[in-house]
């Protein structure tokens, strides 16, 4: 017996819905494929990320000591250049004071000396 008109239709339907599934199971496999690409990219993102950070805050870390070190280097040699001007500067005051010391007992010698020519 062959199938009526209607059957024809039913069984063109059914061939159709059943083609439908079939490319809905395609791009459900597509999509999941998609999904888990995009997983995996924004996985590999944030584990950039952490690492930059990481780096970050390691370089952060040794620039805070080189400007550390930088400073206490400058100290240092504030400090030594303190004590050898604090030291020029009392070798200074010493030298003048002997140079006035001198002064003095010269200058008293020269008044001395007139007061005995004067005599």
Do not use: Y
């Not at 997983?39 to 870390?61: H, L, Y």
């Not at 200074?92 to 020519?117: P, R, T």
């Amino acid at each position: 017996m062959e199938p009526t008109n209607q059957e024809q239709e039913n069984q063109e339907k059914e061939r159709t819905m059943s083609e439908a599934n079939g490319n809905e199971n395609v791009e459900g496999q597509v999509s999941g494929d998609a999904v888990e690409n995009a997983k995996e990219f924004a996985g590999d993102a944030v584990e950039n990320a952490k690492e930059f950070a990481g780096d970050a805050v390691e370089n952060a870390k040794e620039f805070a000591g080189d400007a550390v070190e930088n400073v206490k280097e400058f100290a240092g040699d504030a400090v030594e250049n303190a004590k050898e001007f604090a030291g020029d500067a009392v070798e200074n005051v010493k030298e003048f004071a002997g140079d006035v010391a001198e002064n003095v007992k010269g200058l008293g010698s020269k008044i001395a000396g007139l007061f005995k020519g004067d005599k």
